[in-house]
Each structure stands twice: as structure tokens, then as C-alpha cells.
């Protein structure tokens, strides 16, 4: 063999062939293995054919073709085939080799493999790749973390095949130490699902109190995306709306109204949980598809379960604005839940993040690119200790003027019986985040009450707790104060 490779790809599935054929495009010789050694025969002889890519049919032998330090991306299904993987290769890499795994891998698993891989001398990359088969092929968002040592040896390649923005920036940069980057990328799928709910919801509303078609929606959608809306997915949206059956009926109205998902967004929502963020509209989304999985159960719910009947009375075009501005003001706050994670997720695990550039990494190739999210790098440029998006000065006005479209949304769709829990959640949060006194005091009493879980008083400082004997008959002793 006259050279060796710059980097070897494990697993030559859609997003693991195109990434393959990004990078040969970018001036990089690539080594490739798959599972099914057909499979690397089939692409040396198709779609790589007279191109820098080198077949190998063991993973021993795309080891030896590799340049040093070796750098191995594993392109796998998330979980157990991950972590035979990387017994495999750990004996057949030196010191200072790097294994990469650009899947949909939870973070936990990350912090796992890279203190394991770092003990044995080798390096470790755990990396979000956002973009789908286009972003692999084109340019994806890349967002990667584990053994920050081992970003000099593959930035050159993640930043060479990345998307670009703003005069030529890639869409990748170091995020952080351990599962930094792949918790960054369960965030972006996270919002991934509140922004697809989002528009599902405002699609929802139109279809069935406005009575639009598929072909209305489409012009309307079109103009949304030249606007503040601007994004890949209004895009898509308004070209799907666009796309008719073979009979030259939307095909759209066709598609059975059940959705699936792979987990990403439940794992943001868990995390969420488990560090007391209130991340209210993603996890909405995410229980949106469980309940549209219940086809038949509704179906048979729709013939005894009755409620108000859609009945719209008013200006139409007025109401359009008012669910452009529901569905702007709803995007805002997903945004703002994301990044309240991802600060909290900082502190927890020590990573220190560049919010502004993970802002930047999602402007171009990932799913949820928008216009949008420049004023969110710009938000983390000028206070990069802000607490929450909704305080900075531009989103504290985008929302003020979308606030009454945002609440005349919501009443409608509860007046008439249309549920967008996305967007009326997106709203709660807001009213709650905003309100200086809320009803935990008496949440806060009735916990005192039956378990004796005591209570702070406005009339005495932070931190001293008390209990009060509500019966006669409880006594004096409390229960410990604790907050999970």
C-alpha cells in the first residue's frame, strides 16, 4: 500500500457512506470496514469507485492501513455493539490512537468508554453528528467531546468536512471533556422534537379550525420561511405540504398519523429530570408521539369522547399571524429550556461549554439550522453568564410582541377543542418562569402536612426550615429536608 489512510470508518450504513465520501471529497484518504464485507464491496465497486477510499475486510487489516496515530470512527448502532467494538480494537491500537464514535450514543455510555479507553493509553472521541444522509454527504453539524488531547488530530478532518457559515466558520468546534458532546447533540434532538411538534401544531390548527389544504398551507409555510421562521425545518415543511401522490393528491394527507422516535428526545427529557430543569416543551413533544401511537385507542375514543367542534369566527389571516407568532414565541422558549440544560448539565458534570459556539455549530447542516440561532451565539457573546435566553433584551421583545397572537392561539385551540400541548406548555412556562410568587407555598404546607417535609418562611432567611404540628396530633419532630 503506496499511502496510508488519514482515518478508517466503521460501519457503512447511509450515514457512515456519505461521511466516508465527504471526507474523500475533502482531500482525505479513507479506509473502510463493514460487518458485512459484501457491503464494503459493493460501495468500493459503486459509489466509491476510483476514489481515495481503501476496502478492508478485517477490522486487523483497516487498522494496518491507517496512519498514526490511527484514528477509527465507528459509525454503529448505539449500545452493546459500541462497546464490543472498542474491545476489538483496543489491542490492536498503540498508544496515543484515537477511536471515534460519531452515533446517537447516550452520554452516559460516553463518560463510561472514554475513562476506560483513556486507561488503557488510547483516546477517545464521542461525537454528535446532525445533518442527516444530505448533512453526511454535504456538510453535517459536528459537535464532538472525550479526550480533549485527541482534538488536534481530528479537527482538521471534522472541521475540513463540516457545513459552513458566516464567510467560512465550520460548524464544529471542541465542546468538551467526557459525553459533552454527545449530551450537546441529545439536546439538539431534543429541540429537534419541541420544533417538529411546534409545526405539527400550528399545521394542526390551520387543517382543522381554519380548514386549510395541504396547498394553502404550503404558500403559507413558504412565506413563514422567509422570515424569522427561516429554518430547515419550515423548509421542508413547506415542501412536503407541496408533494402529491401519484393521483395528484397531497401525499401528505395520506400518511397515517402515528410517529416514531429513537429515544433521543426521552433521554433529554430524563436528564431534564434528573437535574430539576423544567424542560416542559420538549418533554410535551416527546409524549405527543407516545399518545399519537395510540391510533386505535383514539379512533375508538373519537366515537365516545366528545368535546367542543372547531368553529372559527373571524379574520383568517389575522389568526394565520397570530399562529406565526404562537409558533416564533413557542420556538423561543424551546431554546431557552435547551439551554438552561445544558448550563446545568455544565455544572454538574464540570464541562466548561461555549454556548455561543454550540449556537454556531447549529446555524448550518444539522436539523434545527436556522436564521434564528445567530441571535443566540449573539446572546452568549455579549453575557456568556446569562441565566436564561428569555432575559436577553432581543427575546425579551420578540416574545413581548408575539404574546398576544401566542395567548389568542392557545384559547382558540381550548375553546374549540384542539390540543397543542406544545405550544400551551410553551406558554405555562413562560407565565411561571415570570410570576415572582407562585402556589408552591401551599404546595409546600400540604407536604408539611401529611409527611412532615417542612417549609421556608418569607420572614426568615434562605435555609432555615420549619414544621408545624397542622393536627394537634403530629408532634414535633420533622421529617429531613432534602430536594432531589
Same mark, same amino acid.
Given at each position: 500500500?503506496?499511502?496510508?489512510?488519514?482515518?478508517?470508518?466503521?460501519?457503512?450504513?447511509?450515514?457512515?457512506?456519505?461521511?466516508?465520501?465527504?471526507?474523500?471529497?475533502?482531500?482525505?484518504?479513507?479506509?473502510?470496514?463493514?460487518?458485512?464485507?459484501?457491503?464494503?464491496?459493493?460501495?468500493?465497486?459503486?459509489?466509491?469507485?476510483?476514489?481515495?477510499?481503501?476496502?478492508?475486510?478485517?477490522?486487523?487489516?483497516?487498522?494496518?492501513?491507517?496512519?498514526?496515530?490511527?484514528?477509527?470512527?465507528?459509525?454503529?448502532?448505539?449500545?452493546?455493539?459500541?462497546?464490543?467494538?472498542?474491545?476489538?480494537?483496543?489491542?490492536?491500537?498503540?498508544?496515543?490512537?484515537?477511536?471515534? $464514535?460519531?452515533?446517537?450514543?447516550?452520554?452516559?455510555?460516553?463518560?463510561?468508554?472514554?475513562?476506560?479507553?483513556?486507561?488503557?493509553?488510547?483516546?477517545?472521541?464521542?461525537?454528535?453528528?446532525?445533518?442527516?444522509? !444530505?448533512?453526511?454527504?454535504?456538510?453535517?453539524?459536528?459537535?464532538?467531546?472525550?479526550?480533549?488531547?485527541?482534538?488536534?488530530?481530528?479537527?482538521?478532518?471534522?472541521?475540513?468536512?463540516?457545513?459552513?457559515?458566516?464567510?467560512?466558520?465550520?460548524?464544529? $468546534?471542541?465542546?468538551?471533556?467526557?459525553?459533552?458532546?454527545?449530551?450537546?447533540?441529545?439536546?439538539?434532538?431534543?429541540?429537534?422534537?419541541?420544533?417538529?411538534?411546534?409545526?405539527?401544531?400550528?399545521?394542526?390548527?390551520?387543517?382543522?379550525?381554519?380548514?386549510?389544504?395541504?396547498?394553502?398551507?404550503? /404558500?403559507?409555510?413558504?412565506?413563514?420561511?422567509?422570515?424569522?421562521?427561516? =429554518?430547515?425545518?419550515? !423548509?421542508?415543511?413547506? $415542501?412536503? /405540504?407541496?408533494?402529491?401522490?401519484?393521483?395528484?393528491?397531497?401525499?401528505?394527507?395520506?400518511?397515517?398519523?402515528?410517529?416514531?422516535?429513537?429515544?433521543?428526545?426521552?433521554?433529554?427529557?430524563?436528564?431534564? /429530570?434528573?437535574?430539576?430543569?423544567?424542560?416542559?416543551?420538549?418533554?410535551?413533544?416527546?409524549?405527543?408521539?407516545?399518545?399519537?401511537?395510540?391510533?386505535?385507542?383514539?379512533?375508538?375514543?373519537?366515537?365516545?369522547?366528545?368535546?367542543?367542534?372547531?368553529?372559527?369566527?373571524?379574520?383568517?389571516?389575522?389568526?394565520?399571524?397570530?399562529?406565526?407568532?404562537?409558533?416564533?414565541?413557542?420556538?423561543?422558549?424551546?431554546?431557552?429550556?435547551?439551554?438552561?440544560?445544558?448550563?446545568?448539565?455544565?455544572? !454538574?458534570?464540570?464541562?466548561?461549554?461555549?454556548?455561543?459556539?454550540?449556537?454556531?455549530?447549529?446555524?448550518?447542516?444539522?436539523?434545527?439550522?436556522?436564521?434564528?440561532?445567530?441571535?443566540?451565539?449573539?446572546?452568549?457573546?455579549?453575557?456568556?453568564?446569562?441565566?436564561?435566553?428569555?432575559?436577553?433584551?432581543?427575546?425579551?421583545?420578540?416574545?413581548?410582541?408575539?404574546?398576544?397572537?401566542?395567548?389568542?392561539?392557545?384559547?382558540?385551540?381550548?375553546?374549540?377543542?384542539? =390540543?397543542?400541548?406544545?405550544? =400551551?406548555?410553551?406558554?405555562?412556562?413562560?407565565?411561571?418562569?415570570?410570576? !415572582?410568587?407562585?402556589?408552591?407555598? /401551599?404546595?409546600?404546607?400540604?407536604? $408539611?402536612?401529611?409527611?412532615?417535609?417542612?417549609?421556608?418562611?418569607?420572614?426568615?432567611?434562605?435555609?432555615?426550615?420549619?414544621?408545624?404540628?397542622?393536627?394537634?396530633?403530629?408532634?414535633?419532630?420533622?421529617?429531613?429536608?432534602?430536594?432531589?
Amino acid at each position: 500500500m503506496s499511502k496510508l489512510s488519514d482515518i478508517g470508518l466503521i460501519g457503512l450504513a447511509v450515514m457512515g457512506e456519505n461521511l466516508v465520501l465527504n471526507m474523500e471529497s475533502r482531500g482525505f484518504t479513507v479506509s473502510v470496514f463493514n460487518r458485512s464485507t459484501q457491503k464494503v464491496d459493493d460501495f468500493i465497486s459503486g459509489r466509491a469507485k476510483g476514489k481515495k477510499i481503501v476496502g478492508t475486510h478485517s477490522i486487523e487489516e483497516l487498522v494496518r492501513s491507517l496512519q498514526c496515530p490511527r484514528k477509527v470512527m465507528l459509525m454503529i448502532k448505539a449500545g452493546n455493539a459500541v462497546d464490543e467494538m472498542i474491545d476489538i480494537l483496543i489491542p490492536l491500537l498503540s498508544p496515543g490512537d484515537i477511536i471515534i $464514535d460519531g452515533g446517537n450514543t447516550h452520554f452516559p455510555d460516553t463518560n463510561r468508554r472514554t475513562a476506560l479507553v483513556e486507561s488503557k493509553g488510547l483516546l477517545y472521541i464521542g461525537t454528535g453528528v446532525s445533518g442527516g444522509e !444530505e448533512g453526511a454527504l454535504l456538510g453535517p453539524s459536528i459537535m464532538p467531546g472525550g479526550s480533549k488531547k485527541a482534538w488536534e488530530f481530528v479537527k482538521p478532518i471534522f472541521q475540513a468536512i463540516a457545513a459552513k457559515v458566516d464567510n467560512g466558520t465550520p460548524c464544529c $468546534d471542541w465542546v468538551g471533556e467526557n459525553g459533552a458532546g454527545h449530551f450537546v447533540k441529545m439536546v439538539h434532538n431534543g429541540i429537534e422534537y419541541g420544533d417538529m411538534q411546534l409545526i405539527t401544531e400550528a399545521y394542526q390548527m390551520m387543517r382543522d379550525l381554519l380548514h386549510l389544504n395541504a396547498d394553502d398551507m404550503h /404558500l403559507i409555510f413558504k412565506k413563514w420561511n422567509e422570515g424569522v421562521l427561516d =429554518s430547515y425545518l419550515i !423548509e421542508i415543511t413547506r $415542501d412536503i /405540504l407541496a408533494f402529491k401522490d401519484t393521483d395528484g393528491k397531497p401525499l401528505v394527507d395520506k400518511i397515517l398519523d402515528t410517529a416514531g422516535q429513537k429515544g433521543t428526545g426521552k433521554w433529554t427529557v430524563v436528564s431534564s /429530570l434528573d437535574m430539576g430543569i423544567p424542560l416542559t416543551l420538549i418533554g410535551e413533544a416527546v409524549f405527543s408521539r407516545c399518545l399519537s401511537a395510540l391510533k386505535e385507542e383514539r379512533v375508538a375514543a373519537s366515537k365516545i369522547l366528545h368535546g367542543a367542534t372547531p368553529d372559527f369566527i373571524g379574520d383568517k389571516a389575522k389568526f394565520i399571524e397570530d399562529i406565526k407568532q404562537a409558533l416564533y414565541a413557542s420556538k423561543i422558549i424551546s431554546y431557552a429550556q435547551g439551554y438552561s440544560l445544558m448550563k446545568a448539565a455544565a455544572t !454538574e458534570y464540570k464541562w466548561n461549554l461555549n454556548y455561543g459556539g454550540i449556537a454556531l455549530m447549529w446555524r448550518g447542516g444539522c436539523i434545527i439550522r436556522s436564521a434564528f440561532l445567530i441571535k443566540i451565539k449573539e446572546a452568549f457573546d455579549n453575557n456568556p453568564a446569562i441565566t436564561n435566553l428569555l432575559l436577553y433584551p432581543f427575546f425579551k421583545d420578540e416574545i413581548e410582541k408575539a404574546q398576544n397572537g401566542w395567548r389568542n392561539v392557545v384559547s382558540a385551540a381550548a375553546i374549540n377543542g384542539i =390540543s397543542i400541548p406544545a405550544i =400551551s406548555s410553551a406558554l405555562g412556562y413562560y407565565d411561571g418562569y415570570r410570576c !415572582e410568587k407562585l402556589p408552591a407555598n /401551599l404546595l409546600q404546607a400540604q407536604r $408539611d402536612y401529611f409527611g412532615a417535609h417542612t417549609y421556608e418562611r418569607i420572614d426568615k432567611p434562605r435555609g432555615e426550615f420549619f414544621h408545624t404540628n397542622w393536627t394537634g396530633r403530629g408532634g414535633k419532630t420533622a421529617s429531613t429536608s432534602y430536594n432531589l
